[in-house]
């Protein structure tokens, strides 16, 4: 059974870091992915970033790039959000999901996604 769980979340001022890991239980396929998506009170769940378990980085979105970094750890079976420079518009329950479809090479659906984490709170204060 595939299972996702999120942690590293936290309550932060403006201008810290936080660092989410993402470990799953169950096989790695090297051309799957992982992504993290966000969702903020009363919006909807967004792709924030994305990368395969072989290490190649698929997808930033313009507004965490310079900002966040996804790494992977194979042997750990873990995806790393590093969060740096936060805001208060970060504020959002952070999830990671795996894709399993080899094209495209990631997508910024939710419902492409197959597995989900339970999600770990970040609130960024002013």
């Known amino acids: 059974q595939v299972e996702l769980v999120e942690s590293g979340g936290g309550l932060v001022q403006a201008g810290a870091s936080l660092r989410l890991s993402c470990v799953k239980s169950?096989?790695?396929?090297?051309?799957?992915?992982v992504g993290w998506f966000r969702r903020a009170p009363g919006a909807e769940r967004d792709l924030v970033a994305a990368i395969k378990w072989n290490g190649e980085i698929t997808y930033y979105a313009d507004s965490v790039k310079d900002r966040f970094t996804i790494s992977s750890d194979n042997a750990k079976k873990t995806v790393y959000l590093q969060m740096s420079k936060l805001v208060p518009d970060d504020t959002a329950v952070y999830y990671c999901a795996e894709y399993l479809n080899f094209v495209p090479k990631y997508s910024r659906d939710p419902s492409d996604y197959r597995y989900w984490g339970q999600g770990t709170q970040v609130t960024v204060s002013s």
């Open positions: 169950g096989l790695i396929i090297k051309s799957a992915s």
